[in-house]
């Protein structure tokens, strides 16, 4: 792939960031990315509500604040009412004003498998991007969500799953990581990422990639679902999770005794999950306590950066 050799553009693909981003002058930067997803679940508006959390997030893993969002529809010309349509659509708006962006339009396409999400831009003082790349020896890494909802919403679309464990689930698809970003602010972040479809082990090799360092997880410390384990040891799986591990398990060491299932959870793809963010130590205490008190509850400290010759991660108990 060709890439631009414009100075304006201060994020590109080169590194896989989260977003690209665009400087337009010495204050402001245009953040931009685009993402859509099949359905989560039967409810159209919990679907919708969902993948316009998904696509925002993107924005606030780079730490910035988005301004407009466009819709994006691949809709089915038959099998679905108008009305489900809407509420999808419903949905994604609600998130997008909870946001503080403008819906601007989109564009709809028919496609015989429904799928939504929306483009969106954010801003960004160019000085103070967020990229993936930045983790320093010795920073502490924060995770703001659990992980395990690409197991959990198999066995919901399977009706293998209690309507409590999907309700909590939702909860925390639903919510932005607006709070999130808002509250990392005012810390020393050095990187950052949003945890989504490659799984916590594939977005956390791609910071270790970036930066040239190994990132060393405490494995009972990442906050997770309860019933995650058990529902992979009931064979609830998804079509991504395997590429996930063929892509992270080489570089990664496990230094205890885990099961298979309990290292199949960190190769979950994840639908809207949390920001992992590496942090200066002497700043982890003090953001995980802010965290928490901004609503962020579920926010752990799970590990460390350590130097190293080769990009890779290490699990211990």
């Given at each position: 792939m060709q890439h631009t050799t414009d100075p304006r553009l201060l994020v590109g693909v080169e590194a896989g960031d989260d977003a690209g981003v665009?400087?337009?002058?010495?204050?402001?930067?245009?953040?931009?990315?685009?993402?859509?997803?099949?359905?989560?679940?039967?409810?159209?508006?919990?679907?919708?509500?969902?993948?316009?959390?998904?696509?925002?997030?993107?924005?606030?893993?780079?730490?910035?604040?988005?301004?407009?969002?466009?819709?994006?529809?691949?809709?089915?010309e038959k099998g679905i009412e108008m009305e489900d349509l809407g509420q999808i659509l419903q949905g994604g708006?609600?998130?997008?004003?909870?946001?503080?962006?403008?819906?601007?339009?989109?564009?709809?396409?028919?496609?015989?498998?429904?799928?939504?999400?929306?483009?969106?831009?954010?801003t960004i003082h160019p000085d103070k991007i967020w990229r993936n790349s930045g983790a320093k020896p010795g920073d502490a890494l924060i995770l703001t969500k659990p992980i395990g909802t690409g197991t959990t919403l198999t066995a919901h679309r399977k009706g293998k799953l209690d309507p409590e464990s999907y309700a909590a689930t939702y909860k925390q698809m639903s919510t932005l990581n607006k709070q999130a970003c808002e509250t990392a602010r005012?810390?020393?972040?050095?990187?950052?990422?949003?945890?989504?479809?490659?799984?916590?082990?594939?977005?956390?090799?791609?910071?270790?990639?970036?930066?040239?360092?190994?990132?060393?997880?405490?494995?009972?410390?990442?906050?997770?679902y309860p019933w995650a384990v058990e529902l992979i040891r009931k064979g609830m799986g998804t079509k991504s999770t395997a590429p996930n591990a063929e892509y992270a398990e080489p570089h990664m060491e496990f230094l205890d005794s885990f099961t298979k299932e309990e290292r199949t959870l960190l190769f979950d793809p994840q639908t809207s999950g949390g920001l992992l963010?590496?942090?200066?130590p002497e700043d982890a205490d003090g953001l995980l306590a802010a965290l928490v008190k901004s609503g962020c509850t579920e926010s752990a400290i799970v590990g460390d950066v350590e130097a190293s010759d080769t990009p890779s991660i290490t699990v211990a108990r």
């Open positions: 665009f400087k337009l002058s010495d204050e402001i930067a245009l953040i931009q990315t685009v993402d859509y997803i099949t359905p989560i679940s039967d409810d159209p508006y919990e679907f919708g509500r969902v993948a316009a959390a998904n696509s925002l997030s993107d924005v606030y893993a780079m730490g910035g604040d988005p301004i407009t969002v466009m819709n994006i529809c691949a809709f089915p708006l609600d998130a997008a004003t909870e946001a503080g962006a403008a819906l601007a339009g989109g564009h709809t396409v028919i496609d015989e498998d429904l799928k939504y999400g929306l483009a969106v831009t954010g005012a810390f020393s972040i050095h990187a950052a990422t949003d945890i989504t479809g490659f799984g916590l082990a594939g977005h956390a090799l791609g910071m270790a990639k970036g930066a040239g360092v190994r990132m060393r997880f405490r494995y009972e410390s990442i906050p997770r963010l590496s942090v200066h």
